[in-house]
């Protein structure tokens, strides 16, 4: 009698993976437009609902605040409750803050609109680690190599084509298309993930850490809030207007207080995990090289990124005269060049490696933006067609880094740990687009302040009116400037201050573009200690080894 051979392990597979990929790829647009498309509908809020600068701010901003805080959280749920039925149900929140958005112009009003934005972080913040950490349990071979790629360069794309597309409803429809154009993407999303995705399990949990969840919360949340918050309330001294606690701007506590969270936080983490009990974030995963150094690439290669995105369309508005739509239109072209490079990563990778596409496209932005840095410099009012040249050459080469990055971080990376691996990543992305908009912002503001009193000493304004000028450019970060140019043009030499009030702006821009070309200049050195093609192969075959064996124990499960 033959003895009967233990059946392998299946790979958890999609009913099809062209079908599945199309459920995940809208659901992604769908969260990442929405942090994008609402810049550019705020000044039509604003003057529905009535209000001031800070709150129209916070309607941007408390979407981040929510989505950050709950994404480690979210991602640990996901694993232990399953990746689908989370991404299903963050679907559904998504949509029904869409509704609650759209409809709180008639119905509620500004708080009603708040809470439709809490709403939406709420489901933004389910739906996102779910899809990666399910890309990396369903997907092997060429298909995850492609995948990870649509998904990378899809994400850096929306940074472009969101402001494009958030000009386009407002220009030709109204507002609340910014809303009601999610709940369609949001449906058809859902669609697809419950008809041909499997759900997908990490390792389990008894019970839910609730300590660990409040102070990652706490934490994250504290971070984003002052890194928001730290160029409008000042960063250590209290700005005009702002409230002070001790003497000190609210912004260094909050830092603080967030700060010491998050190390309590991994504290009791660790102290979990040993003892074996539940836990939010397994702090082993960070022992994993391909991870914690992506993580880290992560965090200063999204601060340079949104350096440029953040000051770009304010020149063009402010300097050359464009209207919101065809600023949005330039930065498109950064967009759909990232799109384009980040589909032929892929092949690329293939004939190379990883490795060597990530540190070509750091390589390739890095260059653009020196390009733009003397571009702004020679040129005083530089030619639309020149600007989008170097934008398509640096989207070029963001498309082939973003498309990578997700890929590499996840290489390494357990089944058990998919979700939290993904929402480390994606809080990552988050604290960094906060703290670039943050230090950028600084920076930038620094240097209107050395080139903007430089440029209007040689006018032959009155000292008063100098003065009046230069507070009013930098105070504003060049909001003024068209309103200062029709005070001017009834002048003899209105003309000639004008243009050496936005060139001593555009100055402030290519310096401000030159640090930001230096942060991924850091961000490429960095790249350079990842594995190459034959070592990362090892890894990921080690891991789904890793991964069987844990299948067979039970710790973690597959649908």
Same mark, same amino acid.
């Given at each position: 009698?033959?003895?009967?051979?233990?059946?392998?392990?299946?790979?958890?597979?999609?009913?099809?993976?062209?079908?599945?990929?199309?459920?995940?790829?809208?659901?992604?647009?769908?969260?990442?437009?929405?942090?994008?498309?609402?810049?550019?509908?705020?000044?039509?809020?604003?003057?529905?609902?009535?209000? +001031?600068?800070?709150?129209?701010?916070?309607?941007?901003?408390?979407?981040?605040?929510?989505?950050?805080?709950?994404?480690?959280?979210?991602?640990?749920?996901?694993?232990?409750?399953?990746?689908?039925?989370?991404?299903?149900?963050?679907?559904?929140?998504?949509?029904?803050?869409?509704?609650?958005?759209?409809?709180?112009?008639?119905?509620?009003?500004?708080?009603?609109?708040?809470?439709?934005?809490?709403?939406?972080?709420?489901?933004? @913040?389910?739906?996102?680690?779910?899809?990666?950490?399910?890309? +990396?349990?369903?997907?092997?071979?060429?298909?995850?190599?492609?995948?990870?790629?649509?998904?990378?360069?899809?994400?850096?794309?929306?940074?472009?084509?969101?402001?494009?597309?958030?000009?386009?409803?407002?220009?030709?429809? +109204?507002?609340?298309?910014? $809303?009601?154009?999610?709940?369609?993407? @949001?449906?058809?999303?859902?669609?697809?993930?419950?008809?041909?995705?499997?759900?997908?399990?990490?390792?389990?949990?008894?019970?839910?850490?609730?300590?660990?969840?409040?102070?990652?919360?706490?934490?994250?949340?504290?971070?984003?809030?002052?890194?928001?918050?730290?160029?409008?309330?000042?960063?250590?001294?209290?700005?005009?207007?702002?409230?002070?606690?001790?003497?000190?701007?609210?912004?260094?506590?909050?830092?603080?207080?967030?700060?010491?969270?998050?190390?309590? $936080?991994? $504290?009791?983490?660790?102290?979990?995990?040993?003892?074996?009990?539940?836990?939010?974030?397994?702090?082993?995963?960070?022992?994993?090289?391909?991870?914690?150094?992506?993580?880290?690439?992560?965090?200063?290669?999204?601060?340079?990124?949104?350096?440029?995105?953040?000051?770009?369309?304010?020149?063009?508005?402010?300097?050359?005269?464009?209207?919101?739509?065809?600023?949005?239109?330039?930065?498109?072209?950064?967009?759909?060049? !990232?799109?384009?490079?980040?589909?032929?990563?892929?092949?690329?990778?293939?004939?190379? !490696?990883?490795?060597?596409?990530?540190?070509?496209?750091?390589?390739?932005?890095?260059?653009?933006?020196?390009?733009?840095?003397?571009?702004?410099?020679?040129?005083?009012?530089?030619?639309?067609?020149?600007?989008?040249?170097?934008?398509?050459?640096?989207?070029?080469?963001?498309?082939?880094?973003?498309?990578?990055?997700?890929?590499?971080?996840?290489?390494?990376?357990?089944?058990?740990?998919?979700?939290?691996?993904?929402?480390?990543?994606?809080?990552?992305?988050?604290?960094?687009? !906060?703290?670039?908009?943050?230090?950028?912002?600084?920076?930038?503001? @620094?240097?209107?302040?050395?080139?903007?009193?430089? @440029?209007? +000493?040689?006018? !032959?304004?009155?000292?008063?009116?100098?003065?009046?000028?230069?507070?009013?450019?930098?105070?504003?970060?060049?909001?003024?400037?068209?309103?200062?140019?029709?005070?001017?043009?009834?002048?003899?030499?209105?003309?000639?201050?004008?243009?050496?009030?936005?060139?001593?702006?555009?100055?402030?821009?290519?310096?401000?573009?030159?640090?930001?070309?230096?942060?991924?200049?850091?961000?490429?050195?960095?790249?350079?200690?990842?594995?190459?093609?034959?070592?990362?192969?090892?890894?990921?075959?080690?891991?789904?080894?890793?991964?069987?064996?844990?299948?067979?124990?039970?710790?973690?499960?597959?649908?």
């Amino acid at each position: 009698m033959t003895e009967k051979k233990e059946e392998e392990p299946k790979e958890p597979k999609a009913k099809s993976k062209w079908l599945s990929l199309v459920g995940l790829v809208v659901a992604i647009s769908a969260v990442i437009m929405d942090g994008t498309i609402m810049n550019v509908a705020l000044p039509s809020i604003m003057q529905v609902f009535n209000l +001031n600068a800070s709150n129209g701010e916070w309607i941007v901003s408390i979407y981040s605040l929510i989505f950050c805080a709950l994404l480690v959280t979210f991602g640990r749920i996901a694993d232990a409750l399953g990746r689908k039925k989370l991404l299903v149900w963050g679907l559904v929140v998504f949509a029904l803050g869409s509704v609650l958005g759209a409809l709180a112009g008639k119905f509620g009003g500004y708080p009603v609109l708040m809470g439709a934005r809490v709403i939406q972080g709420v489901g933004g @913040a389910m739906i996102l680690p779910t899809i990666f950490s399910t890309m +990396n349990a369903i997907y092997t071979g060429g298909m995850r190599i492609f995948a990870f790629a649509l998904f990378g360069s899809l994400m850096s794309a929306m940074f472009g084509v969101g402001p494009w597309l958030g000009g386009l409803l407002v220009t030709y429809a +109204n507002w609340q298309w910014v $809303f009601w154009i999610e709940i369609p993407l @949001a449906a058809v999303s859902a669609v697809f993930v419950i008809f041909t995705i499997p759900d997908t399990y990490g390792e389990k949990f008894k019970g839910l850490d609730v300590l660990g969840l409040i102070l990652s919360i706490i934490g994250f949340g504290g971070l984003v809030y002052g890194l928001i918050e730290g160029k409008s309330m000042g960063w250590w001294r209290a700005s005009s207007g702002s409230p002070s606690w001790a003497g000190l701007s609210p912004v260094p506590w909050t830092l603080f207080l967030g700060a010491l969270a998050i190390a309590l $936080f991994l $504290f009791w983490q660790a102290h979990r995990v040993k003892k074996g009990s539940s836990y939010i974030m397994d702090l082993r995963v960070f022992k994993i090289h391909t991870f914690s150094l992506s993580v880290a690439v992560q965090i200063v290669f999204r601060t340079g990124l949104i350096g440029i995105l953040f000051i770009l369309p304010q020149f063009l508005q402010n300097v050359l005269g464009m209207s919101a739509l065809q600023a949005g239109e330039i930065t498109c072209c950064t967009g759909f060049a !990232s799109l384009i490079s980040g589909l032929l990563a892929a092949p690329l990778v293939k004939l190379t !490696s990883t490795k060597t596409v990530i540190v070509w496209g750091m390589a390739i932005q890095a260059l653009s933006l020196v390009g733009l840095f003397f571009l702004f410099k020679i040129s005083p009012s530089p030619g639309a067609w020149a600007l989008r040249g170097w934008l398509i050459a640096y989207g070029f080469g963001l498309g082939l880094t973003s498309a990578q990055l997700s890929a590499i971080l996840m290489s390494g990376v357990p089944n058990k740990w998919g979700g939290q691996a993904s929402s480390i990543q994606s809080t990552a992305v988050q604290l960094a687009s !906060s703290l670039g908009v943050g230090i950028i912002a600084s920076i930038f503001t @620094a240097f209107l302040w050395t080139e903007i009193p430089a @440029a209007v +000493n040689n006018t !032959s304004l009155a000292p008063q009116e100098k003065q009046s000028v230069t507070t009013s450019v930098i105070s504003t970060q060049g909001a003024s400037i068209p309103e200062i140019e029709k005070g001017l043009s009834k002048r003899p030499n209105g003309a000639q201050v004008d243009g050496q009030v936005k060139r001593g702006f555009e100055n402030g821009i290519a310096d401000t573009t030159l640090v930001s070309a230096g942060v991924l200049a850091a961000s490429f050195v960095m790249c350079l200690w990842f594995p190459g093609k034959k070592k990362l192969k090892e890894e990921r075959k080690e891991v789904l080894e890793e991964d069987a064996v844990e299948e067979k124990e039970g710790i973690v499960e597959r649908a």
